[in-house]
């Protein structure tokens, strides 16, 4: 599953007790605890529009986010730690959306630094969900519409984690080409119904896709993202073995549990 489907629940539960969320052309640099930036509108309930950009300041508190603006102040209180312990954040043409049956979270690129100095950068990434959701919580609509019908397209990315070089290292009559990450290139996620293909074009020694099929679901009253992998191939062979040996030998948070063929997160506070 995306990381961006993750950053989208997140950044909206941030806005939970609001009805629609707009955000136009966003530029932001925040290295902690300040960052800087401009934006062309913003619509929490109200829209807020003003003949030019206008600036916005991000400021980091003891147990919150404070954005600051001429026309719109915003605190984020208990933002959870993956977000909270961010040390920078760059956005280049953010735009946001969540309305009733439509939302999307695209823009030229998104790129940040965790706790831990891991990176992780997006270029040119465009996410769409729909749906029926009547729910009032910004939140619990996003969670019924996007495992309704969701596409999702990212022109280029990189994760911090060498996931992608130790499977393939691990593939046969395939020579280890590098020790560092392997950057993919037009990644496509398709969900309809919780049921999802993805796949992603990488260069390994071969130009070939890496290829996931499987199902989400909610569970624990929509507090766990439950993601049941049922196959993953590069190219022609299956590695789904080796895909989940490598989740659980490098993925080692209290929030992730891996059961194969199942993987949890569990979301919130």
């Known amino acids: 599953m995306s990381y961006l489907i993750l950053i989208i629940f997140l950044i909206s539960s941030a806005l939970a007790g609001l009805d629609k969320i707009q955000i136009k052309n966003l530029d932001l640099n925040y290295e902690s605890p300040y960052g800087t930036g401009v934006v062309e509108k913003v619509s929490v309930g109200v829209s807020i529009k003003s003949q030019a950009l206008y ?17 719109v102040d915003f605190q984020w209180m208990n933002p959870i730690p993956f977000f909270h312990n961010l040390q920078k954040v760059s956005l280049e043409k953010l735009n946001l959306k ?9 823009g030229e690129a998104l790129s940040f630094t965790g706790e831990k100095s891991e990176n992780f950068v997006f270029g040119k990434y465009d996410l769409n969900c729909q749906g029926t959701s009547n729910a009032i919580e910004v939140v619990e609509r996003l969670k019924v519409d996007c495992l309704d019908k969701l596409e999702a397209t ?31 290139n037009d990644f496509t996620l398709s969900i309809y119904k919780g049921d999802f293909f993805s796949h992603m074009r990488i260069k390994y020694v071969v130009r070939a896709y890496l290829k996931f099929w499987g199902h989400a679901q909610f ?12 196959s993953v191939k590069f190219g022609v062979l299956p590695v789904t073995p080796l895909v989940f040996a490598e989740l659980s030998r490098q993925v080692n948070h209290p929030r992730v549990s891996i059961n194969p063929p199942w993987i949890r997160i569990q979301l919130g506070n």
């Open 154 to 184: 990212v022109a280029h990315m990189e994760l911090p984690f060498q996931f992608l070089s130790a499977i393939a290292s691990q593939l046969p009559d395939v020579p280890t080409e590098t020790e560092g990450d392997i950057p993919a």
């Open 219 to 230: 569970e624990n009253e929509g507090k766990t993202l439950a993601i049941r992998l049922d």
């Open 55 to 71: 600036p916005v300041e991000v400021h980091r508190r003891n147990d919150s986010f404070e954005v600051l603006s001429p026309f």
């Open 98 to 106: 969540i309305d009733r049956a439509e939302h999307f979270l695209k």
